[in-house]
T-cell receptor
Framework: GNSVTQMEGPVTLSEEAFLTINCTYTATGYPSLFWYVQYPGEGLQLLLKATKADDKGSNKGFEATYRKETTSFHLEKGSVQVSDSAVYFCALSVGGYQKVTFGIGTKLQVIP | DAGVIQSPRHEVTEMGQEVTLRCKPISGHNSLFWYRQTMMRGLELLIYFNNNVPIDDSGMPEDRFSAKMPNASFSTLKIQPSEPRDSAVYFC??????????????FGPGTRLTVL
């Protein structure tokens, strides 16, 4: 079956620190990979995605590279801001009528 | 453009009562998903529809839960009778295509359900 493993939080960083949130996956088939973000009191929203090996998704200063050889899709940002405080979900999806598989979510808290 | 709309945003009810949650997906989207989020279990898929037809309801916890999608612009999730362990945030999401592959899921703001 399909599964996503991401580091458990919470992760607490000072403003302008470097962020890495690890995500690894197992999948039957050739998945697309996603990072979703959930701000307090809101639903999830897409942060970035990558649909094939070696693709890099990027948005709002965040980046993640689809690594097929290590089955990973780690999220990085060079300099976090207080406004980045949220819960981050790694997810995968295989084509057709397949549900999306979400990780458990990693809570990030950025302090001034 | 309006996003996914859910109502009510908050619901407080007593054990044994019937609860109905409502969702209006983004116009033109073909797939609709119901999720439940709790601290203990994280985000769980309950059921999803494609072109108004239920495709996978294996996540529905028990017979007390039922979901319908009578048309492309409306879906309901019903819990009858409700129990305290049903307390959670319930999200509806929609996607343009079948829901798999490269589709992005668009989430509503959620309904926070509290069963006393």
């Amino acid at each position: 079956g399909n599964s996503v493993t991401q580091m458990e939080g919470p992760v607490t960083l000072s403003e302008e620190a470097f962020l890495t949130i690890n995500c690894t996956y197992t999948a039957t088939g050739y998945p697309s990979l996603f990072w979703y973000v959930q701000y307090p009191g809101e639903g999830l929203q897409l942060l970035l995605k990558a649909t094939k090996a070696d693709d890099k998704g990027s948005n709002k200063g965040f980046e993640a590279t689809y690594r097929k050889e290590t089955t990973s899709f780690h999220l990085e940002k060079g300099s976090v801001q207080v406004s980045d405080s949220a819960v981050y979900f790694c997810a995968l999806s295989v084509g057709g009528y397949q549900k999306v598989t979400f990780g458990i979510g990693t809570k990030l808290q950025v302090i001034p | 453009d309006a996003g996914v709309i859910q109502s009510p945003r908050h619901e407080v009810t007593e054990m044994g009562q019937e609860v109905t949650l409502r969702c209006k997906p983004i116009s033109g989207h073909n797939s609709l998903f119901w999720y439940r989020q709790t601290m203990m279990r994280g985000l769980e898929l309950l059921i999803y529809f494609n072109n108004n037809v239920p495709i996978d309801d294996s996540g529905m916890p028990e017979d007390r839960f039922s979901a319908k999608m009578p048309n492309a612009s409306f879906s309901t999730l019903k819990i009858q009778p409700s129990e305290p362990r049903d307390s959670a945030v319930y999200f509806c999401a929609s996607t343009p295509g079948s829901g798999g592959g490269t589709d992005t899921q668009y989430f509503g703001p959620g309904t926070r359900l509290t069963v006393l």
